[in-house]
Structure formats: C-alpha cells, structure tokens
C-alpha cells in the first residue's frame, strides 16, 4: 500500500514527464521533444552551444523559479493521491468521492505540467535560432 501512494504521484508524471522533457530515443510523433529542449540537455552542450553569462544566468534563474512553484504542488499531489489511495482502500468505494479526490490529484498534476511546460517555453525563447538549431543536430 504504501508503495502506491508513493508511485501514483510519479505514475500520473510519468506520461508529460517523457514528453516534456525531450531526449534521444523520444517517439518522432512527440511534438513538445522536436521543439523544446529540456535545461539538461542545454546545459550539458553549453559550450557547443556557446551560451553567454547573461542566457546562463537567465537559464539558471527560470529552473530555480519553476522548481519553488514546482515543490509544493508535488508535495499537494503526493497528499492528494495518498487519500485517493486510501479512498480506493475502503471496501465499498464511494464513487463521487473517489473521483472528486481523483480531480484534485489530476487537477495539481495539470498544474505541475503546465509550470514544466512554461518552463520549457521560456528556455527556448533565451535560444539563439543558431543555438536551437544546433540543440536539435546534438539531440
């Protein structure tokens, strides 16, 4: 049981966490993986890519904002489906319950993905058309 309120936050990431966070072997028909580029995969070509200090600085500064906005909706989402899991655990399950409990989880799960998403759209407005170009010859 506890197994499961541990993984149902991260089984209900797992899906855009594939697709918002593109890298090598990403399906073909992913469209996030062919036009955002994920900030490890920025930073791990930095100098490929020739990023200045200020788009370093920059880079640096939307990660840690994403991550403080990030943090307590993952901590919201883990509370939230360990009550969905205890709601599934009774032995008569309370339909509008267990589905109200399961809008909450999805609904902080909507909310995870979208600052991921924003965050993926800012990183590739501080791009270079040089840069971007080049990020998808290395991917």
Do not use: Y
């Not at 599934?88 to 909450?104: G, I, T």
Request: charged content about 30%; overall charge neutral; some cysteine.
């Amino acid at each position: 049981m506890r197994t499961l309120r541990w993984m149902l936050p991260i089984l209900l990431c797992a899906g855009f966490a594939r697709a918002e966070a593109p890298h090598p072997g990403a399906p073909a028909d992913d469209p996030l993986a062919k036009r955002l580029f994920p900030p490890e995969l920025i930073m791990t070509h930095q100098q490929e890519l020739a990023i200045d200090d200020k788009q370093r600085a920059a880079i640096l500064h939307e990660v840690e904002k994403t991550q403080s906005a990030v943090l307590p909706l993952q901590w919201q989402m883990g509370s939230a489906a360990g009550e969905l899991a205890r709601l599934l655990d009774e032995p008569k399950l309370e339909e509008a319950r267990v589905l109200a409990q399961a809008d909450k989880v999805m609904d902080l799960e909507r909310q995870v993905k979208r600052a991921h998403l924003g965050l993926l759209i800012h990183l590739r407005n501080l791009l270079t058309d040089a840069q971007r170009v080049k990020l998808k010859e290395l991917r």
